[in-house]
């Protein structure tokens, strides 16, 4: 089937606005990551979702930024009055469950966030 | 917290040559997985291959393989036979018993193979 899918890709935005960015996983996967690279750098960990709920929000860097997820699918990243410091790769990735150690990570191929 | 170093920013390697990528990890945890990922300079993140705490024989998978050593909390990656299309950054991640849904990564590895 499809994978995971992102969108939008690319988007510019200027300081302060808010955005939203969507991701789409892979069908009958439960578990829902969000992570965030920014240039040349590792993957920082934002949320993750098990089902509609998000038992682990730590790595979310303000309260600037949310998260939801539902119907068990499509989840939305939302940063409200965007800094320059949020320009980033955010990467969506679906696991198929998550009782076991072997699942792996399914990753999209990213929204690339530029505020200016 | 788990925590994963990979040590080596830059590789580079001849073509058709073996290279090995090093990961360590540092976990209290008794069971745990362990993952490499590449991701080319296209950005997609893809899954190479596993290794679990408990498997006694070291993960492979076609050109791939996984030098597991578990008392010295390393899971270094082998690529056989370097190709040009391995250039590209490497990850390797796990997760642990204590902290299962969250998968901790490492902070890369660029390999590039030269012609």
């Known amino acids: 089937g499809a994978g995971v899918s992102q969108s939008p890709s690319n988007k510019v935005t200027e300081k302060g606005k808010d955005v939203e960015l969507r991701c789409d996983p892979i069908?009958?996967?439960?578990?829902l990551y969000w992570y965030r690279q920014s240039l040349g750098q590792g993957l920082e960990f934002l949320i993750y979702?098990?089902?509609?709920?998000?038992?682990?929000k730590s790595g979310l860097p303000s309260d600037r930024f949310s998260a939801e997820r539902t119907g068990g699918s499509v989840s939305t990243l939302t940063i409200q009055r965007t800094q320059q410091e949020d320009s980033a790769v955010y990467l969506c990735?679906?696991?198929?469950?998550?009782?076991?150690?072997?699942?792996?990570?399914?990753f999209g191929n990213g929204t690339r966030l530029t505020v200016t | 917290a788990q925590k994963i170093t990979q040590t080596q920013p830059g590789m580079f390697v001849q073509e058709k040559e073996a290279v090995t990528l090093d990961c360590t990890y540092d976990?209290?945890?008794?069971?745990?997985?362990l993952f490499w990922y590449k991701q080319p300079s296209s950005g997609e993140m893809i899954f190479l291959i596993y290794q679990g705490s408990y498997d006694e024989q070291n993960a492979t998978e076609g050109r791939y393989s996984l030098n597991f050593q578990k008392a010295r909390k390393s899971a270094n990656l082998v690529i056989s036979a370097s190709q040009l299309g391995d250039s590209a950054m490497y990850f390797c991640?796990?997760?642990?018993?204590?902290?299962?849904?969250?998968?901790?990564f490492g902070s890369g590895t660029k390999l590039n193979v030269k012609p």
């Open positions: 990735a679906s696991s198929l469950a998550t009782g076991f150690y072997n699942s792996p990570l399914h």
């Open positions: 069908s009958g996967h439960t578990a």
């Open positions: 979702f098990q089902g509609n709920s998000a038992p682990d």
């Open positions: 976990t209290s945890d008794q069971s745990y997985g």
């Open positions: 991640a796990m997760r642990g018993a204590r902290d299962f849904n969250k998968f901790y």
